[in-house]
């Protein structure tokens, strides 16, 4: 409990000094939509913790058709992520979450995400977006 | 010159740099490491940084002196990110484009980069116009986002970060971004009589007080300086002025003399704060890059 407690403190720490870098360094606005804007809910089916960004892939039922849409919500890299708090085991496989985030141009299943919640604690993760600071 | 009372004499610049860079902070600094450091499972993000000045509350002391190399020289050793946020200072406003005018003592965002400057960029009509239907295009075309090399100065207000160290010889910048590094020569050799152009240009440095100034040419012929596309080419010479006010802080005074795009030099001064209890991990771009094709201006995409 200790060392887990200590661990909690020295990532806190590490936190407030590194920052989270929200500078915005390719085009958020040439591959994404800020008039439509997603919240989507649904299953995470599969995880790509790769450069230059992560992608999140999420199964999401939709309301209006009943249709299970898979979408892919793209986050900032690992190295904003882990820098931001997150692991690669931060979120798994099966796990449902809620994604607030900006969709694509081309109309296609994609977003840009801006933060994800873990539905079953409730815990909010940012997602290192580009959007931020556009 | 004993670096501590009792311990063997260090002549030799090889055996100084064997010390460790970050075992001559400790001739200054006090050594109250995080309490945590013994518990921290290892992992690499959050592994705590060696011979930090703290406050009696063990946070950071950012505002501590900024440490010296055995020659007394300042020491730029750290993880550097860009900070965008300044102390108001009575000639703040003639350095860095404000929005509105600043109270002393008080802490102002600025823009990032070549946004800075004040008044604008000087462009010349044909940069000014390449600029602008680039940025028309949400800049589409960027060369960063098909993982192409980044070229110096942009590496400096991209959100990829930069670790600096003194060696023998050169003062060697690293990035993360595609592993990228940066050399700049201090032994005193003259630029090369034939440059083939690369991104990082070729760089001499030299100490002029407690100013490190490097001066840079052979850029690769249409760089992007910024995401607006303003361009840089290969008739610029950059010239880099650097201190280190405080522990956590550096400055850089960058002027870019680069008569085929601009009318005249300009200066781009930004601050650079350090990153601490992290470390340097590698971004390869094409590992997955899956925006390129993705990108639409105005008149549409590219295809990939």
Same mark, same amino acid.
């Given at each position: 409990?200790?060392?887990m407690?200590?661990?909690?403190?020295?990532?806190?720490?590490?936190?407030?000094i590194?920052?989270?870098?929200?500078?915005?360094?390719h085009?958020?606005?040439?591959?994404y939509?800020?008039?439509?804007?997603?919240?989507?809910t649904?299953?995470v089916?599969?995880?790509?913790w790769?450069?230059?960004?992560?992608f999140?892939?999420?199964?999401?039922?939709n309301?209006?058709?009943?249709?299970i849409?898979?979408? /892919?919500?793209?986050?900032?890299?690992?190295? !904003?992520l882990?820098r931001a708090?997150?692991?690669?085991?931060?979120v798994?496989?099966?796990?449902?979450?809620?994604?607030?985030g900006?969709r694509?141009k081309?109309?296609?299943?994609?977003?840009?995400?801006?933060?994800m919640?873990?539905?079953s604690?409730?815990?909010r993760l940012?997602a290192?977006?580009?959007?931020?600071n556009? | 010159?004993?670096?501590?009372?009792?311990?063997p004499?260090?002549t030799n610049?090889?055996?100084?740099?064997?010390?460790?860079?970050?075992a001559?902070?400790?001739?200054?600094?006090s050594?109250?490491?995080?309490?945590?450091?013994?518990?921290?499972?290892?992992?690499?993000?959050?592994y705590?940084?060696?011979n930090?000045?703290?406050?009696?509350d063990?946070?950071?002391?950012?505002?501590?002196p /900024?440490?010296?190399?055995?020659?007394?020289?300042?020491?730029f050793?750290?993880?550097?990110?860009?900070?965008?946020?300044?102390d108001?200072?009575?000639?703040l406003?003639?350095?860095?484009?404000?929005t509105?005018?600043?109270?002393?003592?008080?802490r102002?965002?600025?823009?990032?980069?070549?946004?800075?400057?004040?008044?604008?960029?000087?462009?010349?009509?044909?940069a000014?116009?390449? !600029?602008?239907?680039r940025t028309?295009?949400?800049?589409?075309?960027?060369?960063?986002?098909?993982?192409?090399p980044?070229?110096?100065?942009r590496?400096?207000?991209?959100?990829?970060?930069?670790?600096?160290?003194?060696?023998?010889?050169?003062?060697?910048?690293?990035?993360?971004?595609?592993?990228?590094?940066?050399?700049?020569?201090t032994?005193?050799?003259?630029?090369p009589?034939?440059?083939?152009?690369i991104?990082?240009?070729?760089s001499?440095?030299k100490?002029?007080?407690?100013?490190f100034?490097?001066?840079?040419?052979?850029?690769?012929?249409s760089?992007?300086?910024?995401t607006?596309?303003?361009p840089?080419?290969?008739?610029?010479?950059?010239?880099?002025?650097?201190?280190?006010p405080?522990?956590?802080?550096?400055?850089?005074?960058?002027?870019?003399?680069?008569?085929? /795009?601009?009318?005249?030099?300009?200066?781009?001064?930004?601050?650079?704060?350090?990153?601490?209890?992290?470390?340097?991990?590698?971004e390869?771009?094409?590992?997955?890059e899956?925006?390129?094709?993705?990108?639409?201006?105005?008149?549409?995409?590219?295809?990939p």
């Amino acid at each position: 409990m200790r060392t887990m407690v200590t661990l909690a403190v020295a990532s806190l720490a590490g936190l407030l000094i590194t920052g989270v870098p929200v500078i915005a360094h390719h085009s958020f606005a040439a591959e994404y939509d800020a008039s439509k804007p997603i919240n989507l809910t649904g299953t995470v089916t599969k995880i790509e913790w790769t450069n230059p960004h992560c992608f999140f892939y999420i199964d999401v039922k939709n309301e209006e058709s009943g249709k299970i849409e898979s979408w /892919a919500l793209e986050l900032g890299n690992p190295n !904003a992520l882990l820098r931001a708090g997150w692991t690669p085991n931060s979120v798994k496989i099966g796990e449902a979450v809620t994604v607030e985030g900006t969709r694509a141009k081309d109309g296609t299943f994609l977003g840009n995400a801006r933060s994800m919640i873990l539905i079953s604690t409730g815990k909010r993760l940012f997602a290192g977006s580009s959007q931020t600071n556009q | 010159m004993r670096i501590f009372k009792g311990w063997p004499m260090v002549t030799n610049r090889v055996e100084q740099f064997r010390m460790g860079v970050w075992a001559r902070g400790a001739v200054v600094f006090s050594l109250l490491v995080v309490t945590s450091s013994a518990q921290v499972l290892g992992q690499w993000v959050m592994y705590p940084t060696q011979n930090i000045p703290r406050l009696a509350d063990g946070q950071p002391d950012l505002k501590a002196p /900024a440490p010296r190399q055995p020659d007394g020289k300042p020491d730029f050793i750290g993880f550097w990110q860009p900070d965008r946020m300044r102390d108001c200072t009575p000639d703040l406003a003639s350095r860095v484009r404000l929005t509105q005018p600043c109270t002393p003592g008080e802490r102002v965002a600025v823009p990032n980069g070549p946004g800075s400057v004040p008044g604008g960029l000087p462009l010349q009509p044909w940069a000014a116009e390449l !600029a602008k239907q680039r940025t028309a295009d949400l800049s589409k075309d960027d060369p960063h986002n098909r993982c192409q090399p980044d070229n110096y100065p942009r590496v400096y207000w991209l959100p990829h970060y930069t670790k600096i160290f003194h060696v023998p010889g050169e003062l060697l910048m690293l990035n993360e971004w595609n592993a990228q590094f940066r050399q700049i020569y201090t032994d005193g050799r003259p630029f090369p009589e034939l440059m083939h152009p690369i991104y990082s240009g070729y760089s001499i440095g030299k100490w002029e007080g407690n100013t490190f100034v490097i001066t840079t040419k052979g850029f690769r012929e249409s760089e992007w300086l910024d995401t607006a596309g303003n361009p840089i080419t290969g008739a610029a010479t950059m010239t880099e002025r650097i201190t280190r006010p405080n522990f956590g802080t550096l400055n850089l005074a960058i002027t870019i003399d680069d008569p085929k /795009a601009y009318t005249k030099p300009f200066t781009i001064d930004m601050n650079m704060k350090i990153m601490i209890d992290t470390q340097m991990i590698e971004e390869f771009c094409l590992e997955n890059e899956r925006d390129s094709s993705r990108l639409f201006g105005p008149g549409g995409g590219n295809k990939p």
